[in-house]
């Protein structure tokens, strides 16, 4: 079966096809035929967070080429045009008149292509870039009459960690994402599932696949808006963990004793419950009215990660404990920090608990983990109604 993948969720405009074969199981096979993707972290960066509407505006721009770009890859050949009159795809896109004109350039371009189903995120994330995938997929749907399947974007975080890809996505070279293999790890449910992201932080426990129950989750903060908030503070650039991450391992390389205490809220209460608010305000308190030198700064970071990881580890045990789960799956752009990787593991490592972590390059937001995701719900046909079909921003994962 092919599976298109489309992720507009926040600041990430990703397009991904890929050949799949296999139940949720050691049958499971991937073949990615194209995968392409922009970040806008470069058009958010001046303004330290990043702003849904002009996230919207990038998502418009950028959908259509990323589309033709893996339709490259895939070698798909231009030919007739599509089947769905420019009418249809005129209504679905009314709202949308750039992103239509760039659409139906495309289609009379590519004929109807030899593509099984449409996986598109339909949250959780920013409303108005959710829009944008959601009526693209749409138009997609309606002109090639290729059924939609509608995934939940922290689904898709979940499912990239249990995978294993034999290459890693590099996306300065339009080619080389071409022939990326994956498979399914060998694993045991129940399985404890904690999503960390700039948006999210929680814990679900996942019984079967893709049945999700929410254990808890943050009660202010996400965890990766804390790493991107403290960052700057400290005058870091935006997404502040990657950066947070680089000047915590330089202390840790040196094992400096620690100059700087933080709390760990809410590390002893009894659920599974996060908050990172206080974290936060407790690094404000220590960088306000103050220039900090490099020394300072990198032990302020390395203070801050080892808070973070304590508290997501403590959690993540507790829930292992409760549940007996026999595996964890770490998601979400947070699980690319190697700390926390490596707290967890040791923890988990004396209980006998498998860890499985997505591959780097694919712990942010990608849509290969979208179309992967969306294959095990295209194997049952769980098939959109395509005018109910909506954007949900606050869209959750477990019951
Ligand atoms: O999943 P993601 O790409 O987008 C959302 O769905 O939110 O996650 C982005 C978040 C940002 O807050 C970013 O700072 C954080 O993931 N992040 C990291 C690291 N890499 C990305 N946080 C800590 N350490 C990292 N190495
Ligand atoms: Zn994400």
């Not at 409303?127 to 309606?142: D, I």
């Not at 689904?155 to 080619?175: K, P, T």
């Not at 996942?206 to 990766?224: C, I, N, Q, S």
């Not at 503070?233 to 963990?241: I, T, V």
Request: with cysteine; proline share 5%.
């Amino acid at each position: 079966m092919r599976i298109l993948g489309i992720e507009t969720s926040c600041d990430e405009t990703a397009v991904c096809l890929i050949e799949a074969n296999g139940a949720f199981d050691n049958s499971f096979q991937c073949n990615v035929l194209g995968n392409a993707l922009l970040s806008q972290i470069a058009v958010h960066a001046p303004y330290g967070g990043v702003f849904p509407n002009l996230a919207k505006r990038e998502h418009v721009k950028n959908l259509a080429p990323l589309l033709q770009q893996v339709f490259q890859q895939a070698a798909i050949p231009r030919g007739a045009t599509s089947r769905g009159s420019s009418k249809d795809i005129g209504h679905i896109l009314e709202r949308e008149p750039e992103l239509f004109e760039r659409l139906e350039r495309f289609l009379m371009a590519y004929g109807r292509p030899d593509i099984d189903a449409i996986a598109v995120t339909h949250g959780p994330g920013l409303e108005p870039a959710l829009w944008v995938g959601v009526n693209f997929a749409k138009a997609l749907s309606t002109a090639w009459e290729i059924p939609i399947v509608p995934v939940n974007h922290l689904e898709g975080h979940v499912a990239m960690a249990a995978m294993e890809m034999n290459e890693s996505a590099d996306y300065s070279s339009v080619l080389k994402n071409i022939g990326i293999k994956g498979r399914l790890r060998t694993f045991e449910f129940p399985a404890i599932a904690l999503l960390i992201s700039g948006g999210h932080t929680e814990l679900d426990l996942v019984e079967a696949w893709p049945v999700f129950k929410t254990l808890g989750e943050t009660r202010d903060d996400a965890v990766g808006e804390a790493f991107d908030k403290v960052a700057r503070m400290m005058g870091l650039p935006y997404p502040g963990g990657p950066h947070i991450a680089r000047l915590a391992a330089q202390v840790r390389s040196i094992e400096a004793s620690p100059l700087y205490t933080l709390p760990r809220p809410m590390i002893c209460e009894d659920n599974f419950d996060f908050s990172f608010s206080g974290l936060k305000t407790a690094v404000l308190r220590l960088v306000r009215d103050k220039t900090l030198t490099d020394e300072e700064k990198a032990a302020l970071a390395c203070e801050f990660e080892d808070a973070a990881a304590d508290v997501l580890v403590a959690k993540t045990m507790r829930a292992v404990e409760e549940y007996g789960a026999q595996t964890v799956l770490i998601g979400g752009g947070v699980s690319a920090n190697t700390h926390i990787k490596n707290e967890l593991k040791k923890a988990l490592d004396e209980m006998g608990v498998q860890l499985l972590v997505p591959p780097a390059e694919f712990a942010t937001d990608n849509a290969l983990m979208i179309a992967l995701a969306g294959y095990f719900h295209a194997i049952e046909e769980e098939f959109a109604n395509i005018e109910a079909l909506r954007a949900n921003g606050n869209l959750r994962l477990g019951s």
